[in-house]
């Protein structure tokens, strides 16, 4: 009897490691690690919420298997994102989701919509090849209300091409999703701050909550 007993609390033993193992496997599976990397938008989002003035944490938020790392780099473009060392330091932090915003940066009134799409498309293949990602999520790219070298009109216009181009690329992507930050890209209101090209307080809070980051 007392062996039987003894042989029974061994197999609940055997029988509970055995779950929380499987729990623990899946927790850890389960656990988001996103990657916000990008140009100036990036690393003014960081700032702010440091500074307590969007009133979210560093993690936005989100549930608490989430955990969130900036990688933003002021004033980049494609090609400077690519030979910075933001790129290196966000492949480290091994990322399961990336928000990727950039592109911005890199109309101008010399080169074509779609030189900035192949440029916005090199970023993505480099970040595809961490291996960990399961996920990657593009960012429209924002009108101005001033732009270097050109008119805001036509500035805008460039943006309406590359994000309907970019839409309709990663359209049928199961890994890449192209996401339109509703009510931020074609805004009814006010959204940046003097430049004409940054975005204010109320609409860098708002930023993170449109981007569909979870």
């Given at each position: 009897?007392?062996?039987?007993?003894?042989?029974?609390?061994?197999?609940?033993?055997?029988?509970?490691?055995?779950?929380?193992?499987?729990?623990?496997?899946?927790?850890?599976?389960?656990?988001?690690?996103?990657?916000?990397?990008?140009?100036?938008?990036?690393?003014?989002?960081?700032?702010?919420?440091?500074?307590?003035?969007?009133?979210?944490?560093?993690?936005?938020?989100?549930?608490?298997?989430?955990?969130?790392?900036?990688?933003?780099?002021?004033?980049?473009t494609t090609s400077s994102l690519l030979n910075s060392s933001k790129l290196q330091d966000c492949r480290d932090y091994k990322p399961t989701k990336i928000f990727l915003q950039i592109g911005g940066n890199d109309?101008?009134?010399?080169?074509?919509?779609?030189?900035?799409?192949?440029?916005?498309?090199?970023?993505?293949?480099?970040?595809?090849?961490?291996?960990?990602?399961?996920?990657?999520?593009?960012?429209?790219?924002?009108?101005?209300?001033?732009?270097?070298?050109?008119?805001?009109?036509?500035?805008?216009?460039?943006?309406?091409?590359?994000?309907?181009?970019?839409?309709?690329?990663?359209?049928?992507?199961?890994?890449v999703h192209f996401w339109t930050i509703c009510g931020l890209v074609k805004p009814a209101w006010d959204i940046w701050t003097a430049d004409g090209v940054h975005l204010n307080e109320v609409a860098t809070k708002?930023?993170?909550?449109?981007?569909?980051?979870?």
């Open positions: 009897m007392m062996t039987n007993i003894i042989q029974a609390v061994h197999g609940i033993y055997i029988t509970i490691c055995f779950i929380c193992k499987i729990y623990h496997k899946f927790t850890i599976m389960a656990m988001e690690r996103v990657a916000v990397i990008g140009h100036s938008y990036v690393s003014r989002l960081e700032q702010e919420i440091e500074n307590g003035k969007l009133g979210i944490n560093r993690n936005l938020n989100l549930p608490p298997n989430y955990h969130v790392m900036f990688f933003g780099l002021r004033g980049a109309i101008n009134p010399h080169d074509r919509s779609v030189d900035v799409i192949q440029g916005i498309r090199n970023v993505i293949v480099s970040l595809q090849a961490f291996g960990n990602v399961r996920q990657i999520i593009v960012g429209s790219l924002f009108q101005r209300r001033k732009a270097r070298g050109m008119s805001a009109d036509h500035y805008n216009l460039q943006v309406d091409i590359i994000n309907s181009s970019l839409k309709k690329l990663y359209d049928s992507s199961r890994k708002q930023y993170p909550v449109k981007s569909g980051w979870q």
